[in-house]
């Protein structure tokens, strides 16, 4: 462990991190908003789940340092009575778990297929890629709004509300596998030929063997370059889908569904239940792409590209 | 050249099948269309009759070649809602999608161009870098919110802009056109731009970078050498090779406009294609969503064809080695 340690701190990953002003920006804030939604049922001070603390009352409150605004709600109310603060550190964990999850799950999927198109090659590659190709050439959104408006009505909406977390981490999951596998399968190929793999062949490793220990490793840079940028894509593709109403129900609220509920208000100008969760969406998103940018300038300075 | 379009387009068929096999999937499982045909008072026995009679009972795969068959003929079956067919519900709120991602498609090539090259020549200048930084920004806001906060600036605090709908429409030869009306035109001023905004940063961004890439190149040194001005080598040497990788993407990503539609339709109230499938998966209106798939499935299919076969054409190497 403490020579795993030792090898980081002497890295040129770190060394390049202390010297780039944006990317400990980008690291500290996505660090506190993590530690903001992970610590969200502690430090909010009201519970949005709880109808006992809700009264409808208190509905469209101002934020407290306008005139009709009141020191109990920071950021105001929303449309149901809710301490605006509280449900968004709700909704910021909503979305930080749902992104993650589809990430996890996509990248589960997209690695194993990757691997073994790669590795295999010949019939098992083509088939494989071939499938990948014809879900690239739809949009991820547009796959991924259809398959959850399918399950919609499958499920019935009350259902799909209950069932809404895990189904949307597969949704967004399913949709967006192929960018690993094909990731995956590029850096294969190009490792596959080398001389170690040769050599763990020579010795008589197990083909799996080769493929897990050996290879799998050498294709986790690309794994993680891709892997920020895609978090951030699968947050702002779960706002979207709850903004569709699509997604988590206005009882549970992610970012998006909060957006959604608020945006009919923005005409009798309560603006900050729209804009307050807006604005938190957009700086979660936009640090973890500061952040995968720079992570894709340092380790593959070959793929510097648009 | 001729065998490579026989063997995109063969593709192509045979990603539609896939598309429509996925379409009936979600046609036979969900819903049952004698109750959508009779409603609930019908006897059991009268019921298999119609089943049968319909064709209902009848191998799975044979529905599917029959199905395949109606849909080649241009028949997506009846809306539960509309009590219409299908293809008449879509062709009539097509009109205000295309006008859209037409003007989308305006705004992108009119201010992307200009913008990418500009940065590409001039890359340390405050410009270049105050949009490099900018675009950041700008992929990182989703197109709704972006759609938001235009209706609440320039809707509901300046009150300049309509903030939803249409507006006044002429219909031309049966086209509901939004395009002829002064009315019509202003409504469409923000949900065009509020669409634009997702793609804007993505094509300036691609447009400098292959600029660059091909400032980079020889052939463009060796035209700095031979004393050529300056403009002849920007817009005329490296430009046009420019082109060719842009327009591919271009092509792809207009297809996606349609996607994201979606979205700015829902917040913008506009009548199209995309809030009109929202609408039906409230009403949970399965045989519309799958004529919806098909469309839309359709729609990329072609486009993507079509833009391959494009570059197909301009470059070779992509004809012998296959796909990219």
């Known amino acids: 462990m403490k020579r795993h340690w030792e090898r980081f701190k002497a890295s040129y990953l770190l060394y390049s991190f202390k010297r780039d002003r944006i990317a400990i920006l980008s690291f500290t804030i996505l660090v506190i908003l993590v530690l903001l939604s992970v610590l969200a049922p502690m430090i909010s001070p009201y519970d949005p789940y709880d109808a006992n603390n809700i009264d409808i009352l208190n509905s469209e409150i101002a934020p407290a340092w306008m005139e009709e605004g009141t020191r109990e709600f920071i950021f105001g109310t929303d449309v149901q009575g809710r301490d605006l603060l509280s449900t968004m550190l709700y909704g910021l964990r909503l979305s930080i778990i749902i992104g993650c999850g589809a990430v996890l799950l996509q990248a589960f999927l997209g690695i194993t297929v990757g691997l073994s198109a790669g590795y295999l090659g010949g019939k098992v590659d083509s088939v494989l890629m071939r499938i990948a190709d014809i879900q690239l050439s739809f949009p991820y959104l547009i796959v991924a709004i259809f398959v959850s408006a399918i399950f919609q009505v499958a499920f019935g909406v009350s259902r799909y509300e209950e069932l809404a977390i895990p189904l949307l981490i597969i949704i967004i999951g399913l949709a967006e596998w192929p960018v690993y596998a094909r990731t995956v399968r590029a850096s294969v190929l190009g490792e596959k030929n080398k001389e170690y793999v040769e050599a763990a062949r020579v010795i008589g490793l197990s083909r799996k063997l080769i493929v897990v220990r050996h290879i799998l490793p050498n294709t986790m840079t690309a794994v993680l370059v891709i892997s920020t940028l895609q978090v951030a894509n699968a947050i702002m593709n779960e706002a979207a889908l709850s903004f569709l109403g699509l997604g988590m129900p206005v009882t549970k609220p992610s970012l998006g569904s909060l957006i959604r509920s608020g945006f009919e208000y923005i005409f009798s100008g309560s603006w900050w239940i729209t804009i307050f969760p807006g604005l938190l969406l957009i700086a979660l998103v936009l640090f973890i792409n500061l952040l995968g940018d720079w992570l894709r300038d340092v380790l593959n300075p070959k793929l510097y590209k648009g | ?324």
């Open chain 2, 1 to 324: 050249m001729f065998a490579f379009i026989i063997r995109r387009i063969t593709q192509s068929i045979l990603v539609m099948l896939v598309v429509s096999f996925v379409g009936f999937a979600i046609k036979n499982q969900i819903g049952d269309p004698i109750r959508d045909i009779v409603g609930e008072r019908v006897s059991v026995a009268e019921r298999e009759a119609l089943r049968d009679k319909l064709g209902l009972n009848d191998p799975f795969m044979i529905q599917f070649a029959r199905y395949v068959k109606k849909v080649s003929h241009g028949d997506l079956g009846i809306s539960f809602h509309h009590a219409k067919p299908n293809v008449d519900v879509i062709l009539s709120k097509a009109p205000a999608t295309l006008e859209l991602v037409f003007a989308t498609t305006l705004i992108l090539i009119f201010v992307s161009l200009p913008v990418g090259v500009y940065t590409a020549i001039r890359p340390n200048n405050w410009f270049s870098k105050f949009t490099m930084a900018f675009s950041t920004l700008g992929v990182s806001i989703p197109v709704f919110l972006t759609a938001i906060m235009l209706i609440f600036v320039f809707s509901v605090e300046l009150g300049w802009m309509p903030s939803y709908g249409r507006g006044e429409t002429i219909n031309v030869w049966g086209w509901e056109s939004g395009l002829l009306t002064a009315d019509g035109l202003k409504h469409l001023i923000m949900p065009s731009i509020a669409l634009s905004s997702i793609m804007l940063p993505l094509f300036i961004r691609l447009i400098r970078s292959e600029m660059m890439e091909i400032l980079e190149t020889e052939y463009i040194k060796f035209a700095w050498a031979k004393g050529l001005f300056r403009k002849r080598i920007w817009f005329v040497h490296a430009f046009k090779n420019t082109l060719l990788p842009v327009i591919t993407v271009f092509g792809v990503q207009i297809g996606i406009l349609f996607a994201f539609t979606i979205l700015t339709e829902t917040v913008f109230q506009w009548q199209g294609i995309g809030f009109m499938f929202l609408e039906a998966v409230e009403r949970s209106d399965t045989s519309l969503l799958v004529a919806y798939l098909m469309v839309v499935g359709a729609l990329f299919v072609t486009v993507n064809t079509i833009v391959d076969i494009i570059y197909g054409l301009v470059n070779p190497t992509i004809r012998i080695t296959g796909r990219k």
